[in-house]
């Protein structure tokens, strides 16, 4: 009995073990953020930007310029930082954000565009894009040619009550940038009103490719906004005029307006591999239901988000470009330290010209006073005989006039000295100045190790190095500039306050 009853035994174990691997299909390789109550809107959005290879890096490496604790920068380089080894919340980030309630369903598209709205430009720069509108009368003449930016293209949905009708991504793209006719546009050449043509053409194709499908639209015979859960053909693949884009990440919407619930799929840059993040639950997906990669079908994405596909020579080049926007910034920050330099000399200037007028009215006063003592007193010797019981009057007014001119003198010192700590910041400002110019030597050189670079992949790495150490030394003289600009301008207000109470007395 015991040996028939084995087998099944053990047969049993590997049912149940199967059963749990598909149940619990979790994966350790990444992390999920909590919901907050109805926070999947935000939380799908902000693993994309995670998983954004370009896009983490450029919080990580700009993260220095944003300290305040009030920028989206420091709390995002915050919220990546812990994301990387446990799961996290977002309240910091919904804080920046203002969202009060936590529990009110939003857009994921909206949100997607304030969170790059509100980061440095370096950092958000590449899924920055910008569309050329022309518009051209019957004559062919332009009558208005308008560039603008964008951060995701908005796709409109045809037939919205057509549930069986399949929309095709690729086609919906195509039919962006066709030509439209419109009428009675104005033309200053013509001088009369005709028949226009718009056209619209990507002027700058931006690195990351964000396409946004116009679900959600007003019924008019309802009166409000409904759904379109039309199945969507998602091409992985998208061919511009001036590059390829590959598909890499998916945020999806399922339910309604009001009560649906947001997640996004995403390839890892790391294995190549596609993650599911659902809150705090990150799985991978089925390998049968993505073998095809080429087209899917789906009836809840929302987001779309493609990458450039680069060639196999080209991320050299794209490294470079990051290193050159990096230097950009620096000499943005040095140039805004030169400028606060130029107005704390002209206001020096300014406080040297009446420290001089001060002490050359002082100097008056002090001559009238004892010109006026000179004079007391030799009137008091010649008056003598005549005048004897005022003599000792008119000794104790000297005696107060000679204390008067005392203090006085005591005055003129302090303002002296107030000189001398001016002239100590003079010469620290001195400094800063020779310190920036070094910094400017530095950038000399790493355009050259830039220059370098090109001719050999293995001599760019040890001038890498060097750069990288040149920035940390770059980082920590400004740190010493800006140290030195606080100090100068307490000394300025000390010798502001100091005057005023001069002038006061």
């Not at 998983?51 to 919220?79: I, N, P, W, Y």
């Not at 400094?431 to 050189?445: A, D, S, V, Y």
């Amino acid at each position: 009995m015991n040996s028939k009853e084995n087998p099944k035994k053990k047969g049993c174990d590997k049912g149940i073990l199967k059963k749990f691997k598909m149940r619990l299909d979790l994966i350790f390789d990444y992390n999920g953020l909590v919901n907050q109550g109805a926070t999947c809107y935000l939380n799908s959005v902000l693993q994309v930007l995670f998983m954004t290879k370009d896009f983490r890096e450029a919080v990580e490496r700009f993260g220095h310029c944003g300290q305040d604790q009030k920028t989206a920068d420091f709390h995002l380089k915050s919220l990546f930082k812990t994301l990387k080894t446990s799961e996290t919340h977002t309240k910091d980030i919904l804080s920046i954000l203002g969202i009060g309630n936590v529990y009110e369903q939003r857009d994921a598209a909206e949100y997607f565009e304030n969170i790059l709205s509100m980061v440095n430009p370096c950092v958000s720069k590449i899924f920055k894009g910008h569309l050329r509108h022309t518009m051209r009368c019957s004559e062919g003449h332009v009558t208005s040619d308008e560039t603008g930016p964008f951060w995701t293209l908005p796709l409109s949905m045809e037939n919205p009550s057509d549930s069986n009708k399949t929309y095709s991504v690729r086609e919906g793209f195509e039919e962006f940038f066709k030509s439209s006719t419109v009428g009675g546009m104005f033309c200053d050449q013509c001088n009369e009103k005709t028949d226009s043509t718009i056209a619209c053409k990507m002027e700058h194709p931006p690195e990351i490719l964000t396409l946004l499908l116009k679900r959600f639209e007003f019924d008019y015979r309802r009166m409000s906004y409904v759904k379109n859960d039309c199945c969507v053909d998602v091409p992985h693949t998208l061919r511009t005029k001036d590059c390829d884009y590959e598909l890499y990440a998916v945020v999806d919407h399922v339910g309604s307006l009001r009560g649906g619930h947001y997640t996004s799929r995403i390839k890892s840059y790391q294995n190549h591999n596609w993650y599911v993040f659902d809150d705090t639950y990150v799985t991978q997906p089925n390998p049968q239901s993505i073998s095809h990669m080429n087209n899917e079908r789906s009836q809840s994405v929302y987001l779309l988000m493609y990458k450039k596909s680069h060639a196999p020579d080209q991320p050299r080049e794209e490294e470079m470009k990051k290193k050159e926007e990096e230097l950009k910034c620096m000499e943005e920050e040095w140039k805004k330290i030169e400028e606060e330099l130029r107005i704390l000399n002209e206001e020096w200037k300014k406080m040297k010209e009446e420290l001089k007028r001060i002490i050359n009215v002082e100097s008056r006063r002090r001559a009238l006073k004892l010109e006026r003592i000179y004079v007391e007193f030799k009137t008091c010797v010649d008056n003598n005989g005549r005048a004897v019981d005022d003599i000792p009057q008119q000794l104790m007014t000297i005696r107060e006039t000679m204390k008067m001119i005392e203090e006085e003198e005591k005055r003129i010192n302090g303002v002296e000295e107030y000189r001398r700590e001016i002239e100590k910041n003079t010469k620290e400002i001195e400094m800063c100045r020779r310190g920036i110019e070094k910094h400017r030597g530095g950038l000399k050189e790493h355009r050259r190790g830039i220059e370098k670079y090109r001719k050999g992949f293995g001599e760019y790495r040890r001038e890498s190095e060097e750069y990288r150490k040149g920035i940390k030394n770059n980082r920590r003289r400004i740190e010493e500039c800006r140290r030195g600009i606080v100090k100068y301008r307490r000394g300025i207000e000390y010798m502001t306050e100091s005057v005023t109470s001069h002038r006061g007395r």
